[in-house]
């Protein structure tokens, strides 16, 4: 950078702090005063926003609020609405291929609740008077098949299943077949957690991908990252990595009936723009919610 | 991250030299990012902010050691703080009763049924006889999970399907545990919100039945800020006496360890490594306090080569790449010692800044040149391996064919060889001119 670039660079940052400053007088705006600052920070962060998204917030907070008037509102009510749009998003909740098969690929790191989320999915399907299937393609964890059979039974819900330790590609297969068969709008495939930084795991589900693809063109319609609210920082390598290995279309945060915020969702949002589908709220078949990035936001802040 | 956070700590401290001294003025900048490091590391904000002010007033008024930089000074002091906080020793399970039960309580998905099979064959190879005992009846399959990890480790599993009262559950494994002389029982407990009271208050009825010796919160490495909330309520309603801290293997830097301590003052005592059953390792303070900070496992990784390598053998190896005779031979010995350390990417990992690095490269690409390597130079007759500059053209098709590999491929890797061979012979001039000249540096390059 030249000498002249530099100044110039420099005179900006004052020009524009200046230009906010009379901005803020003009529009008798207050200004943000050290407490409310702080109080602001501790929110974001205690929300798992992260440092870089929470100076991100302050920042586009200190703007609209020293430059709006009085009439914004306080700090929180400002960093809510910058928060909500931010999530905003005009996609579908769950897309839908026109007169045929959906198939929605549920994938995630271990515990999460991609099972469930799963079931749940399938019970929303099945509200709405389309019919669903559900593939237990994790052929590793101890009794996974028995716990999406079980959901199975429960909902009604036929569920394709293999045997432990079999090729959860060819169970995803014979369940993409299946569904066909059936004429069922949707097929839900259950994948095994794996790690984002397990390599070869990460290769098996793109070959669980490509094969469903084979049969299917266009399968998966739909891959949809299940993320556990309790993460933290992690969260967003997780994201990552699987949106490298198997384009996501989405992201399903689940355990927000406790009080966990999931603000990690912001960040992600933010990098990946992957937008929020649906949010788990308990352990019933009933508690998945479409996204309400209103509702959200207002949970961000709420004590 | 530790290579920055490192770096970022060495500019704040650049105007230090000379001073002497760390004071509250020049230290804020470099605690700020120290600050920061534990906010991405998902250490909860209150428990990093109390953290802070203790390395402050720790680090306040301590000279400047002139050969040391303060950067690094600083980091010390935060990392031997955060092992102090982390705890100083591993702990180990206090089972004195007969029969002694260990109670295992945490959220949904955070690896208790696991964590309970993975701590039963623990026990078991420890010389006690374990019994598991399902006792999450909420879950589905939860019980046939369990059931079949006993099947999988060999140890009996006491299971009553279709019982939804634990404690009914609870009393009848006592009694068999009983009469099947078995002195340990791992009670893996249905996941719950520590605020979800009705069924906290069932772990609280199902303590005082069984009087557990440990209740043990499992908690994943991955928990961001909640760990606080998770870990306050957990220990106020059930008191317990340690944690297991699983999914480590993955790439979460585990703050929640240190919210979970300074939270409970209860010791962490098993690290979850993994889904096999053998992933379960007693937990290390020292190597926890290096991964929050980003420093890499570096421990971890000297234990493994100490494993793997025999030192004679690095020796003498050493000696020929000093004196310019490294052949094929040897570079195949060395591939099949380095494939012995693990894979590339677990390797990697574990060094200062390695999952930083990790993120960009496809390492499975590396691994299977290394193998390609390999084959080219099994693909050799001993004569060759010993001096490569009599390959032929004829002998390098015969080695192409006989390995899968094009003659343009196996003439990469011998020119990286030579190449190889080139720098070592330098490295040994360099370091003998070194030597000669008296100078320590000399040690610096010899691998130690």
């Given at each position: 950078m030249g000498l002249f670039a530099k100044f110039k660079a420099g005179l900006q940052k004052t020009h524009s702090k200046l230009a906010h400053e009379i901005k803020r007088i003009v529009t008798r705006s207050p200004k943000l005063d050290a407490t409310a600052f702080e109080e602001l920070e501790a929110s974001l962060l205690g929300a798992d926003l992260g440092t870089t998204i929470t100076d991100q917030i302050i920042v586009a907070v200190k703007q609209a609020y020293e430059t709006q008037g009085s009439a914004g509102g306080n700090v929180f009510a400002v960093a809510r609405r910058e928060v909500e749009k931010s999530l905003a998003s005009n996609q579908p909740a769950l897309r839908k291929t026109p007169g045929g098969l959906t198939v929605v690929s549920i994938v995630g790191v271990n515990g999460t609740g991609k099972t469930t989320t799963a079931a749940k999915l399938a019970h929303l399907v099945q509200a709405r008077g389309e019919?669903?299937?559900?593939?237990a393609c994790d052929t590793f964890r101890a009794a996974a098949i028995e716990q999406i059979k079980h959901w199975g039974q429960r909902l009604k819900v036929p569920v394709v299943a293999g045997a432990y330790g079999a090729d959860a590609a060819s169970v995803a297969h014979d369940a993409?077949?299946?569904?066909?068969?059936?004429?069922?709008?949707?097929?839900?495939?259950?994948?095994?957690?794996?790690?984002h930084t397990k390599h070869n795991l990460m290769q098996e589900l793109q070959k669980l991908h490509r094969v469903m693809g084979k049969q299917l063109p266009g399968a998966p319609h739909e891959v949809l990252l299940v993320l556990d609210a309790t993460t933290g920082m992690n969260a967003l390598n997780q994201a990552r990595e699987f949106n490298k290995a198997v384009p996501l279309s989405g992201l399903i945060v689940t355990k927000l009936d406790g009080t966990s915020k999931g603000g990690m969702v912001v960040a992600i949002q933010k990098e990946l723009g992957l937008p929020i589908k649906f949010i788990?709220?308990?352990?019933?078949?009933?508690?998945?919610?479409?996204?309400?990035p209103a509702q959200f936001a207002e949970a961000l802040f709420a004590e | 991250m530790f290579d920055s956070l490192s770096s970022k700590l060495q500019n704040a401290f650049r105007n230090l030299r000379g001073l002497g001294k760390i004071s509250e003025a020049n230290a804020s900048e470099a605690l700020r990012e120290v600050r920061l490091a534990l906010l991405e590391a998902d250490v909860n904000f209150k428990v990093a902010r109390d953290f802070i002010e203790r390395v402050k007033t720790k680090a306040l008024g301590q000279e400047v050691v002139q050969s040391i930089q303060p950067g690094q000074q600083i980091v010390k002091i935060i990392h031997d703080e955060l092992v102090e906080l982390l705890g100083s020793a591993n702990a180990s399970l206090q089972l004195s009763g007969n029969p002694s039960c260990v109670l295992m309580v945490g959220l949904h998905g955070s690896g208790k049924t696991t964590s309970s099979g993975k701590l039963g064959r623990l026990l078991h190879k420890q010389g006690r006889t374990p019994l598991l005992v399902a006792a999450d009846v909420y879950r589905p399959a939860a019980m046939d999970q369990l059931e079949t990890l006993g099947k999988q480790l060999e140890l009996p599993v006491y299971v009553h399907k279709g019982e939804t009262d634990v404690l009914k559950i609870a009393r009848e494994a006592l009694a068999f545990a009983k009469a099947n002389n078995r002195n340990t029982l791992i009670f893996d407990t249905a996941g719950r919100l520590q605020i979800d009271e009705p069924l906290v208050q069932e772990l609280v009825r199902l303590r005082d039945l069984v009087k557990p010796q440990e209740t043990l919160l499992v908690l994943d490495a991955a928990t961001g800020q909640e760990a606080v909330n998770v870990a306050m309520h957990f220990d106020q309603a059930l008191n317990i006496t340690g944690s297991i801290l699983t999914k480590l293997d993955g790439d979460a830097r585990g703050g929640a360890a240190l919210s979970l301590r300074s939270v409970t003052g209860k010791p962490i005592k098993f690290a979850g490594m993994g889904e096999k059953l053998e992933d379960f390792e007693p937990f290390h303070p020292e190597r926890m306090a290096s991964r929050i900070l980003g420093m890499g496992d570096v421990v971890s990784l000297v234990e493994r080569a100490a494993e793997a390598v025999d030192l004679d053998d690095a020796q003498r190896m050493e000696e020929k790449m000093r004196k310019g005779q490294f052949s094929l031979e040897d570079f195949l010995e060395q591939l099949r010692q380095m494939k012995k350390l693990g894979s590339l990417e677990s390797i990697v990992s574990m060094l200062p800044g390695g999952a930083e690095a990790l993120k960009g490269a496809d390492l499975g690409k590396q691994e299977k040149e290394f193998s390609h390597m390999e084959a080219m130079i099994c693909g050799m007759t001993p004569q060759e391996r010993r001096n490569s500059h009599i390959l032929n053209a004829r002998r390098r098709q015969r080695i192409a064919r006989g390995s899968g590999v094009s003659v343009t491929e196996l003439n990469t890797m011998l020119n990286k060889f030579a190449g190889m061979q080139q720098m070592m012979k330098k490295m040994g001039k360099f370091q003998k001119m070194m030597a000669r000249m008296g100078g320590g540096a000399a040690g610096l390059l010899r691998p130690r």
């Amino acid at each position: 950078m030249g000498l002249f670039a530099k100044f110039k660079a420099g005179l900006q940052k004052t020009h524009s702090k200046l230009a906010h400053e009379i901005k803020r007088i003009v529009t008798r705006s207050p200004k943000l005063d050290a407490t409310a600052f702080e109080e602001l920070e501790a929110s974001l962060l205690g929300a798992d926003l992260g440092t870089t998204i929470t100076d991100q917030i302050i920042v586009a907070v200190k703007q609209a609020y020293e430059t709006q008037g009085s009439a914004g509102g306080n700090v929180f009510a400002v960093a809510r609405r910058e928060v909500e749009k931010s999530l905003a998003s005009n996609q579908p909740a769950l897309r839908k291929t026109p007169g045929g098969l959906t198939v929605v690929s549920i994938v995630g790191v271990n515990g999460t609740g991609k099972t469930t989320t799963a079931a749940k999915l399938a019970h929303l399907v099945q509200a709405r008077g389309e019919t669903a299937l559900l593939a237990a393609c994790d052929t590793f964890r101890a009794a996974a098949i028995e716990q999406i059979k079980h959901w199975g039974q429960r909902l009604k819900v036929p569920v394709v299943a293999g045997a432990y330790g079999a090729d959860a590609a060819s169970v995803a297969h014979d369940a993409v077949t299946a569904a066909q068969a059936r004429k069922a709008d949707y097929l839900f495939v259950d994948t095994a957690g794996r790690m984002h930084t397990k390599h070869n795991l990460m290769q098996e589900l793109q070959k669980l991908h490509r094969v469903m693809g084979k049969q299917l063109p266009g399968a998966p319609h739909e891959v949809l990252l299940v993320l556990d609210a309790t993460t933290g920082m992690n969260a967003l390598n997780q994201a990552r990595e699987f949106n490298k290995a198997v384009p996501l279309s989405g992201l399903i945060v689940t355990k927000l009936d406790g009080t966990s915020k999931g603000g990690m969702v912001v960040a992600i949002q933010k990098e990946l723009g992957l937008p929020i589908k649906f949010i788990g709220l308990g352990e019933h078949a009933d508690d998945l919610q479409p996204f309400d990035p209103a509702q959200f936001a207002e949970a961000l802040f709420a004590e | 991250m530790f290579d920055s956070l490192s770096s970022k700590l060495q500019n704040a401290f650049r105007n230090l030299r000379g001073l002497g001294k760390i004071s509250e003025a020049n230290a804020s900048e470099a605690l700020r990012e120290v600050r920061l490091a534990l906010l991405e590391a998902d250490v909860n904000f209150k428990v990093a902010r109390d953290f802070i002010e203790r390395v402050k007033t720790k680090a306040l008024g301590q000279e400047v050691v002139q050969s040391i930089q303060p950067g690094q000074q600083i980091v010390k002091i935060i990392h031997d703080e955060l092992v102090e906080l982390l705890g100083s020793a591993n702990a180990s399970l206090q089972l004195s009763g007969n029969p002694s039960c260990v109670l295992m309580v945490g959220l949904h998905g955070s690896g208790k049924t696991t964590s309970s099979g993975k701590l039963g064959r623990l026990l078991h190879k420890q010389g006690r006889t374990p019994l598991l005992v399902a006792a999450d009846v909420y879950r589905p399959a939860a019980m046939d999970q369990l059931e079949t990890l006993g099947k999988q480790l060999e140890l009996p599993v006491y299971v009553h399907k279709g019982e939804t009262d634990v404690l009914k559950i609870a009393r009848e494994a006592l009694a068999f545990a009983k009469a099947n002389n078995r002195n340990t029982l791992i009670f893996d407990t249905a996941g719950r919100l520590q605020i979800d009271e009705p069924l906290v208050q069932e772990l609280v009825r199902l303590r005082d039945l069984v009087k557990p010796q440990e209740t043990l919160l499992v908690l994943d490495a991955a928990t961001g800020q909640e760990a606080v909330n998770v870990a306050m309520h957990f220990d106020q309603a059930l008191n317990i006496t340690g944690s297991i801290l699983t999914k480590l293997d993955g790439d979460a830097r585990g703050g929640a360890a240190l919210s979970l301590r300074s939270v409970t003052g209860k010791p962490i005592k098993f690290a979850g490594m993994g889904e096999k059953l053998e992933d379960f390792e007693p937990f290390h303070p020292e190597r926890m306090a290096s991964r929050i900070l980003g420093m890499g496992d570096v421990v971890s990784l000297v234990e493994r080569a100490a494993e793997a390598v025999d030192l004679d053998d690095a020796q003498r190896m050493e000696e020929k790449m000093r004196k310019g005779q490294f052949s094929l031979e040897d570079f195949l010995e060395q591939l099949r010692q380095m494939k012995k350390l693990g894979s590339l990417e677990s390797i990697v990992s574990m060094l200062p800044g390695g999952a930083e690095a990790l993120k960009g490269a496809d390492l499975g690409k590396q691994e299977k040149e290394f193998s390609h390597m390999e084959a080219m130079i099994c693909g050799m007759t001993p004569q060759e391996r010993r001096n490569s500059h009599i390959l032929n053209a004829r002998r390098r098709q015969r080695i192409a064919r006989g390995s899968g590999v094009s003659v343009t491929e196996l003439n990469t890797m011998l020119n990286k060889f030579a190449g190889m061979q080139q720098m070592m012979k330098k490295m040994g001039k360099f370091q003998k001119m070194m030597a000669r000249m008296g100078g320590g540096a000399a040690g610096l390059l010899r691998p130690r």
